[in-house]
């Protein structure tokens, strides 16, 4: 079964300090993960895929098999990343992604 | 412009009624999803077509019918509405696994 966890409801950091959004994974085969991110009310926008190895508006996300994990970091928040971020997984089979309960990401000024 | 786009964005109904959100995306993807975003804004999965089949039918109450007339849209029908039926209704598409998904802006649903 594919399952994300991330911990955190919550985040709250002043402008300028470094952010790191917590996700955790459990799937038994090679999966494929992602972020994205919502802004309010509006539609869910990728963010980044694992597989690409890119940085996107400052976040990078690196996969670590051992520890099932694929945190979301960026070095200097700024008010315009507040957003709620998803994590989410797809393993094998009709393409399904599975979403983590979601992180609300609030930068103070 | 190309994308996912969802009709009608708002829909305020009555308890028992029966309506209908559409859903149209002209990325010539193969795959189409809805998922559910409910008042914890969490998101689930309730139904995916490829290419007009259904592939994924996870557990809905069978009061929701999604229909797929071709690859490029796919409705969700909803029969007498319950309160619990309130939420934000989002359809998707994607081509690859490894690609994503492409989302349509939601259709906030509301049950009175």
């Known amino acids: 079964a594919q399952r994300v966890t991330q911990p955190e409801k919550l985040l709250s950091v002043f402008k300028g300090a470094p952010v790191e959004l917590k996700c955790n994974y459990s799937?038994?085969?090679?999966?494929?993960l992602f972020w994205y991110v919502q802004y309010s009310r509006q539609r869910l926008q990728l963010l980044l895929r694992h597989i690409s190895r890119e940085s996107i508006k400052g976040f990078t996300a690196d996969l670590n098999k051992g520890e099932t994990s694929f945190h979301l970091k960026k070095p200097f928040a700024q008010e315009e990343d507040s957003a709620m971020y998803y994590c989410a997984l797809s393993g094998l089979g009709g393409n399904k992604l599975v979403f983590g309960a979601g992180t609300i990401l609030r930068v103070k000024s | 412009d190309t994308a996912v786009s969802q009709t009608p964005k708002y829909l305020v109904t009555q308890m028992g009624n029966d309506k209908s959100i559409k859903c149209e995306q002209n990325l010539g993807h193969d795959t189409m999803y809805w998922y559910k975003q409910d008042s914890k804004k969490f998101l689930k999965i309730m139904f995916s077509?490829?290419?007009?089949?259904?592939?994924i039918n996870e557990t809905v109450p069978n009061r929701f019918s999604p229909k797929s007339p071709d690859k490029a849209h796919l409705n969700l029908h909803i029969n007498s509405l319950e309160l619990g039926d309130s939420a934000v209704y989002f359809c998707?598409?994607?081509?690859?696994?490894?690609?994503?998904?492409?989302f349509g802006s939601g259709t906030r649903l509301t049950v009175v």
């Open positions: 077509y490829n290419n007009k089949e259904l592939i």
């Open positions: 799937y038994s085969g090679s999966p494929e």
């Open positions: 998707a598409s994607s081509q690859k696994r490894s690609y994503g998904y492409t």
